[in-house]
């Protein structure tokens, strides 16, 4: 069984930081690509920031230039700096990584989601 489990949401003013955590436990051989996922209410859930094991990182238009998405392959663990947080941000946002726990076909997780909430 794997488990994502993400932290480090909450609240913050615009124009604040945050960072999130992700980290992955359980019995597997390998974490490929991992990324951060959010969704707002009402809204779909969309696309952060992914990278791969080789730490190439790709980010959606949104974010670029104000999130950081970094891994930590010997602790299994992903995180996400987010500064410079806008009113558009708030949203619950999901970990996600394609790992293979059962060969030879590494699968989709998903952590259960932390919320992050913009407000002044």
């Known amino acids: 069984q794997v488990q994502l489990v993400e932290s480090g949401g909450g609240l913050v003013q615009p124009g604040g930081s945050l960072r999130l955590s992700c980290a992955a436990s359980?019995?597997?051989?390998?974490?490929?690509?991992m990324g951060w996922y959010r969704q707002a209410p009402g809204k779909q859930r969309e696309l952060v920031a992914t990278?791969?094991?080789?730490?190439?990182?790709n980010y959606a238009d949104s974010v670029k230039g104000r999130f950081t998405i970094s891994r930590d392959n010997r602790k299994n663990t992903a995180s996400l700096q987010m500064n410079s947080l806008k009113p558009e941000d708030p949203a619950v946002y999901f970990c996600?990584?394609?790992?293979?726990?059962?060969?030879?076909?590494?699968?989709?997780?998903w952590g259960q989601g932390t919320q992050v909430t913009v407000s002044s």
């Open positions: 996600t990584a394609y790992v293979l726990a059962t060969p030879p076909v590494p699968r989709p997780y």
């Open positions: 359980g019995i597997f051989y390998s974490i490929y690509d």
């Open positions: 990278i791969s094991r080789d730490d190439s990182a």
